[in-house]
């Protein structure tokens, strides 16, 4: 078994799930980074964690498919014999913007399968995997964090489907953690707000968020990073909240405050 704690992190190959891989690796732990279908992209991700000096395997696994997650823990389990911390980052959004009276059940379906259904049973898997290691004392803590989006308390016209995704990831959290506090297994959302990453780099939705934060968005008026994101991330890892389960930490430059 792994002597250092090691964290599976869904979608670690770009964007968000990188900077998570690469903040956790600064606080010792060593990554079990999950991809789709970019293989380049998660061996890079690798190659930044080694240079940091914890060890670091890939694995392909599509996150929404149910032998696919049981694949990705198998290997996780075979390769490093523990987890201490599963983050359900991998998501994605609707391949055209509609309208919400133009949804199609097509991409509603996709939305849900990979951004709620996926994490709702990977916690399930995972959370039963950790149970075990902690009865047999073979690692001291576990930690779950499910990174949503400012998008789940935000309505979006065009955006339904992936708003109602995040809305239940919200409530996955909750009930994650009001049924694993028992076995000293905290569960965590974190939710970011507009971060610079592959998903956000189209032309349209960069101009479309740039005019916006023209006009002042938020309080801290800018673009956030994804390494912004892997440091609240790490904070959970480090165990620096040890009274708190089912907390939402907002990356989102103030975002969700309300002003008159
Ligand atoms: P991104 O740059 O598009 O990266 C998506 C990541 O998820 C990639 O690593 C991708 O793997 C992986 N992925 C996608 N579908 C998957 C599946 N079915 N199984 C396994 N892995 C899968 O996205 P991001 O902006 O970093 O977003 C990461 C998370 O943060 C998402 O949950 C997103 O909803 C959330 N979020 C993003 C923002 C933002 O402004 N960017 C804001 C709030 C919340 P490949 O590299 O193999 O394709």
Known sequence: MAERKVALVTGGSRGIGRGICLELAKVGYS?????IENLGAAEET????????????????????????DLLVAFTMERFGRIDLLVNNAGIAPAVRKDILETDEASFDRILYTNLRAPYFLTQRVAREMIELLEARAIESAAIVNVSSIRS?????N????????????????????????????????????????????????TYYDGKFATGLAPINRWGKPEEVGRAVAAIARGDFPYSTGMVLHIDGGFHLRQL
Do not use: H, W
Request: hydrophobic share 40%.
């Open 31 to 35: 990554i079990l980074v999950n991809y």
């Open 46 to 69: 690798c190659r930044c964690i080694e240079e940091l000096g914890v060890a670091a395997e890939t694995c392909q696994a599509d996150v929404a498919a149910t032998a696919d997650r």
């Open 153 to 157: 308390f935000t309505t979006a016209r």
């Open 159 to 206: 955006y339904g489907e992936y708003c109602i995704s995040k809305t239940g990831l919200t409530m996955v959290t909750k009930l994650f953690a009001a049924r694993l506090a028992e076995y000293g297994i905290r569960v965590y959302e974190v939710c970011p707000g507009l971060i610079e990453t592959d998903m956000t780099s189209g032309e349209t939705v960069r």
